[in-house]
């Protein structure tokens, strides 16, 4: 491709859409034009494409002629319906719903982990969900330096990776109770002011919830093994950005916690955040903000022989979401892999 691309944000009014735009200005993502695409209610409104207004038009089939890049994040519905036809009109499209990620011929890719993946690309790429790529930039060094045969990880995530509208839903609860009024709950089952729910998407025949099979599924899908063995708990907190996990691993070969530490510290996108005696380690409001996951509270586990614990915090909107995919971007463009074959 010599020609600078025509980019397409599809959900560009949505919490993550809106800091798609924002990541490719911020990362200078060469483009020629940059269209704003939502739903017919968002449609005639404006969205900041940093000192200029993108008016957002509304996402039809037609939507894709003569756009190079399509970047998703409107819901799996939008997705299943949309990307298609972006792919048929040549466009290639970065999805950040659901929807493609487990189908065997789309790939899934967080670009520090298995960027050699796009290589096989049809015109969709599947972003993954924000809890597995923060956990797998951490997991893949640790997993080539000593073979990951099991992983326990519990999750607190934040609400904004449900969208604005349940960013809105924290934020009135907190004004309502204060009001002595009660919380009103539209987004989420039970009230997540001052709460946590262990319910994060719908349950499934195995009594998980579809976001822990996702963190499941997808991480084998993205490591290329699958005979390293996940289990998850997912839990909300109210928290407005910042995913964190508790990650215990159980490796074939040990590392001490001072090898992991040396080992994380070369890794790409991860930062180490582990100086517990000056009270340092990751947290959502030490992560919110930024592009690196940070790692700290890095312990042996002195329950089994070759196993250690850690704290993962990233930013869900940024590397769960809206960076990953514009790093996706940016290695197709790279290796000249932004068309559709
Ligand atoms: O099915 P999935 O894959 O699991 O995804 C479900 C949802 O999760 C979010 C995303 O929400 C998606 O809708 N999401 C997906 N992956 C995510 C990830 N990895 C993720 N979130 C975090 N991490 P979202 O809020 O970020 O984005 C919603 C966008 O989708 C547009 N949309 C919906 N249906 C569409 C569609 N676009 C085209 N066609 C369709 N059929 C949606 O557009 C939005 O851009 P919209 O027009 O519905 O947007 C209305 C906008 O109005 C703003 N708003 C509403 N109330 C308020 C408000 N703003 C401020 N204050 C308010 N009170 C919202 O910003 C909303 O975006
Ligand atoms: O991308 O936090 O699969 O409610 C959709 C639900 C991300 C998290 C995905 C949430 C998830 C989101």
Redesign the pocket.
Known sequence: MKKNPVVAVVGATGAVGREMLDTLLRRNFPHSEVRALASSRSAGTTVEFGSKKLTVQELTEDSFKGVDLALFSAGGSTSEKFAPCAAKAGCVVVD???AW?MDPAVPLVVPEVNPDDLSWHKGIIAN????TIQMVVVLKPLHDAARIKRVVVSTY???S???QK?IVELESQVRQLFNGQEAECKVYPHRIAFNCLPQ??VFLDNEYTK?EM?MVLETKKIMGDDSIRVTATTV?VPVFYGHSESVNIETEKKLTSKEARAILSQAPGVRVFDNPGEKIYPMPIVAAGEDDTFVGRIREDESIDNGLNMFVVAD?IRK??ALNAVQIAEVLLQRDLLRVP
């Open positions: 950040n719903s659901s990620r993954p969900n924000c809890s995530q934040a609400v990776g449900t969208g349940a994060i998407d976001e996702k909300r869900n769960g979401a």
